[in-house]
């Protein structure tokens, strides 16, 4: 499961600055390596600086070496990735789950994508629409293949396109 990307190295002793594409970005510091390509490396030291990550692996001791890694996807297997997603869930758990207004099936989760204020929900139905992710309104249960979204919520946060 990919979690990242390294976007470039950071200072001058090996360090990599990684694009995390999972929001508790904390766990990054308990991990004992990532696979970068493909490839497991073991982490000498991890910290979080605001929205970034930043990685020493060992054996990469200088920014020529962290260089080699810039573009690097980064990922875990899924069972280890699973730390986090903590209460939430994973995009694919919820693409192609059906969406239930009350009653009522008015389509399919198409697509996921976060664009840092909310998660937004691309659903086909009758008409194509989205929604953010409100938590007071919506409730995915991917044991059951449903998201339910509140009837009296639906209609202040739906848009329909054209």
């Known amino acids: 499961?990919?979690?990242g990307k390294i976007v470039k190295p950071q200072?001058?002793?090996g360090e990599v600055k990684i694009l995390p594409y999972v929001d508790n970005i904390q766990s990054f510091r308990t991990l004992k390596y990532l696979l970068v390509n493909g490839e497991k490396m073991d982490i000498a030291s991890a910290r979080v600086g605001g929205c970034d990550v930043f990685v020493c692996f060992v054996g990469i001791n200088d920014r020529d070496k962290a260089e080699e890694l810039r573009g690097a996807v980064v990922s875990l297997e899924r069972e280890v990735a699973k730390i986090f997603a903590g209460d939430g869930f994973?995009?694919?758990e919820l693409i192609g789950l059906k969406v239930f207004v009350g009653d009522k099936e008015v389509g399919i989760v198409e697509d996921l994508r976060n664009y840092g204020a909310a998660d937004v929900f691309y659903v086909k139905g009758?008409?194509?629409f989205s929604f953010p992710y409100?938590?007071?309104f919506i409730t995915p249960c991917p044991d059951k293949g449903i998201i339910q979204v509140d009837v009296v919520g639906f209609p202040q946060i739906v848009l329909y396109e054209d």
């Open 11 to 13: 200072g001058i002793k």
């Open 1 to 3: 499961m990919e979690i």
């Open 134 to 136: 409100v938590k007071k």
């Open 90 to 92: 994973f995009i694919d």
């Open 126 to 128: 009758e008409k194509k």
